[in-house]
């Protein structure tokens, strides 16, 4: 069993977007997973009611933000969507769960400087040292067209961590999401640009250690 960690500090990178849809991408597999979300607004488990019946089951996984405990036996995946200002002794307890964490990263300098600091936090911690968690980062709502994608290129060029892939801003993951819907869940014609976008990323969420 995998637990994934999606974290980032600052708020709107779109942790919740890669969270949901990677849930979704483990469910379509017919493997058996669970999405927890330690924000207290609990976002990514309102968008599980809104999921209708007849699709792959995505479970709820109800998870103390303080005091996170490890999921049940048996999954094959969780998935565990964080809060913007994730820090501290959350930090470190959310980091206890996980086996990978993805960081979601946008091409302003804002985003860029305050995931710095973030991934520095990151690379101190003792199970990142020894390898025991593995970090992987991913481009969101990059048009590679800008200055600012270049910007962010070169930036993650030099963190020595995998860039698993960039994913374009695009309105399929929002109306999909008021739907409680994934990529996966629709008509692959719909969203066969987006799903190429994600084949990294899903390869290296799947792998095991």
Not at 131 to 153: F, K, P, W
Not at 175 to 200: C, F, I, M, N, Y
């Amino acid at each position: 069993m995998t637990v994934i960690v999606v974290a980032n500090p600052k708020g709107g990178v779109g942790k919740s977007t890669l969270s949901t849809n990677l849930a979704g991408y483990f469910a379509a597999n017919g493997e058996w997973v669970a999405l927890a979300d330690l924000d207290r607004q609990q976002s990514a488990h309102d968008w599980l009611a809104l999921r209708p019946q007849g699709l792959p089951p995505i479970e709820a996984w109800e998870v103390d933000p303080d005091q996170p405990a490890r999921p049940p036996k048996g999954l094959e995946h969780a998935v565990v969507d964080t809060p913007a200002g994730l820090r501290g002794n959350r930090l470190t307890a959310a980091l206890g769960l996980a086996d990978k964490v993805i960081v979601p990263l946008q091409p302003s300098l804002f985003d860029i400087l305050a995931t710095q600091h973030f991934l520095e936090r990151l690379a101190e911690e003792k199970a990142v040292r020894k390898g025991a968690i593995e970090i992987g980062v991913v481009g969101m709502r990059v048009d590679a067209r800008t200055r600012s994608a270049d910007q962010l290129h070169r930036f993650v060029e030099g963190l020595k961590l995998p860039v698993l892939g960039y994913l374009r801003d695009t309105q399929n993951y929002v109306q999909l999401a008021a739907h409680g819907l994934t990529l996966w869940d629709v008509a692959k014609s719909r969203v066969e640009r987006d799903l190429e976008q994600w084949e990294p990323i899903a390869t290296w969420a799947a792998k095991s250690k």
